[in-house]
């Protein structure tokens, strides 16, 4: 045939070429290796490439194009389980502690891995997902809807980097909020174990018989209202003693945002009777020098054999607010922290209303200490 040659390499290697003309320019096109190509079979692909240069097709472009296309295809070929590490990845400096990374992992790997793990991210869809959520929206509902969060979020961000494409299969409103109850619902409310309001002041005699720097971190969280992760981490520098505040950093707070605590006289007694460390500046230092653990403040309450938990005693102190006392409810709610739900009061509400934070701090320390009656406050 016209243009077919047998092309034989410096280092012997023999492979067919088809030399034509496609439109104005002149082309080689590979037709594979000899043997592994006889002349029979170079034959026919070379009639099959003139033939559609004669319907104005070039074969070699034809080709080149196709490889693309495939590479292509393959770059986008990355499964959910990749997906997600490169998610968790990106996006991990953004959470304030190893934990919450460790918590994406583990409920990804626990419930979704075995399902969609494998699959393209871009085969993922909503039968999937439901497989995964189904079987625990009812008995898990709070770890099924954050789960069902993560997968969105993971999704969500294989579609902007061209992993897929379509609607997130994983989105709530106007989606699977059609497909599966409303956990509000469903979900069961579990309260933190806590101590009745009474039971609170003989507790702190006892509790500032005990010794040690768990204990002090204990009583010291009861006295600010603060969270466990928040006490376990303060530092001296966020302590102001002569004016009685302690600020706390945007990235140590629930909501991402500085929370400035009054400090009661018993509170500011503590901590000048704690001991500073050189070199060291957590004010309640684990043994070894680190943060306390998680359970290092739980552990002394089993101790005592109170059936309570230390975040239990932010209920305490919310349920005395409102019972024992006539401060503002939202007072209490700015001392514990809580994100204002109400946007326009959010809106309007600019300030932290800190001195009179600082008289309801002040008198619920009286309270702890000696369980007498407090004058309500105006």
């Known amino acids: ?9 410096p280092g012997g290697s023999r492979s067919w070429i088809l030399r034509v003309s496609v439109g104005v320019k ?16 170079a034959r026919d692909k070379a009639r099959g490439a003139r033939n559609k240069i004669e319907q104005g097709v070039d074969p070699i472009l034809e080709r080149q194009r196709a490889a693309s296309a495939l590479r292509a295809e393959q770059a986008k070929a990355m499964t959910f ?13 953004e959470w304030r502690n190893a934990k919450h990374r ?13 399902v969609i793990g494998k699959m393209l991210v871009s085969d993922v869809s909503q039968t999937h997902v439901l497989a995964i959520l189904q079987p625990i929206w009812k008995d898990k509902t709070e770890t099924a809807v954050r789960l069902r969060g993560r997968i969105e979020q993971v999704l969500d961000w ?29 979900a069961r409310v579990v309260h933190y174990p806590a101590l009745s309001i009474d039971a609170m002041p003989a507790f702190m005699v006892d509790l500032r018989e005990r010794t040690g720097v768990t204990a002090r971190a204990l009583e010291f969280l009861i006295y600010t209202a603060a969270r466990s992760g928040e006490v ?16 706390v950093p945007a990235q140590r707070m629930k909501a991402n945002k500085e929370h400035r605590v009054p400090l009661s006289p018993p509170a500011i007694a503590l901590l000048r009777a704690q001991p500073r460390i050189k070199g060291n500046d957590l004010v309640f230092s684990a043994p070894r020098g680190g943060v306390l653990s998680d359970m290092s403040l739980t552990a002394v309450l089993r101790r005592m054999e109170v059936p309570a938990v230390p975040h239990g005693m932010r209920s305490t102190f919310r349920d005395w607010a409102a019972e024992r006392t006539r401060f503002p409810g939202e007072l209490a709610e700015m001392a514990l922290a809580h994100t204002i739900g109400n946007a326009v009061e959010a809106a309007y509400r600019r300030g932290d209303l800190f001195d009179k934070r600082a008289e309801l701090m002040n008198a619920w320390a009286t309270f702890c200490a000696n369980g007498a009656a407090m004058p309500l406050s105006k």
């Open 81 to 93: 389980d990749e997906a997600a590490l490169q998610f968790i990845d990106a996006k991990s400096d």
């Open 26 to 41: 002149r082309r080689e096109m590979g037709l594979g290796a000899y043997p592994e190509v006889l002349l029979a079979a």
């Open 1 to 9: 045939m016209a243009g077919l040659y047998l092309q034989v390499a």
């Open 158 to 186: 294989a579609r902007v980097r061209g992993y897929r494409e379509g609607e997130n299969p994983a989105r709530w409103r106007g989606h699977l909020e059609q497909l599966l109850p409303n956990p509000s619902k469903i």
């Open 102 to 114: 460790w918590q994406w992992t583990t409920s990804l790997e626990n419930f979704a891995s075995p």
């Open 232 to 247: 376990r981490g303060a530092r001296w520098d966020e302590i102001d003693m002569r004016s009685s505040t302690w600020t």
